[in-house]
Nanobody
């Protein structure tokens, strides 16, 4: 199993980024996928999740309306579109495969919101 995130970077407040997580080594469409983030000095927190085939989504309250999770099962990729970014969104963002609980993680991609 391999999960590789990309798309992070430096963005100004109010800007947007689209993160991608390319998955391999398992039947991607059979698994729920989630995005988590970890800011310096804080615990890792759930950002959003999406189920395998039905595509049902969940979001942390602070991300609702600003972030959108999606997936392309043909490309084995899950995305996180982040709009109206705020200083407090600065963190390392991780994607995870979920089997009841997260069992595989990517290496993370840094998102820095700064003016």
């Amino acid at each position: 199993v391999q999960l590789v995130e990309s798309g992070g970077g430096l963005v100004r407040p109010g800007g947007s980024l689209r993160l991608s997580c390319a998955a391999s080594g398992f039947t991607f469409s059979s698994y729920t996928m989630r995005w988590y983030r970890q800011a310096p000095g804080k615990e890792r927190e759930l950002v959003a999740g999406i189920s395998g085939t039905a595509g049902r989504t969940i979001y942390a309250d602070s991300m609702k309306g600003r972030f959108t999770i999606s997936r392309d099962n043909a490309k084995n990729t899950v995305y996180l579109q982040m709009n109206n970014l705020k200083f407090e969104d600065t963190a390392v963002y991780y994607c995870a495969r979920v089997s009841v609980n997260p069992d595989y993680w990517g290496q993370g991609t840094q998102v820095t919101v700064s003016s």
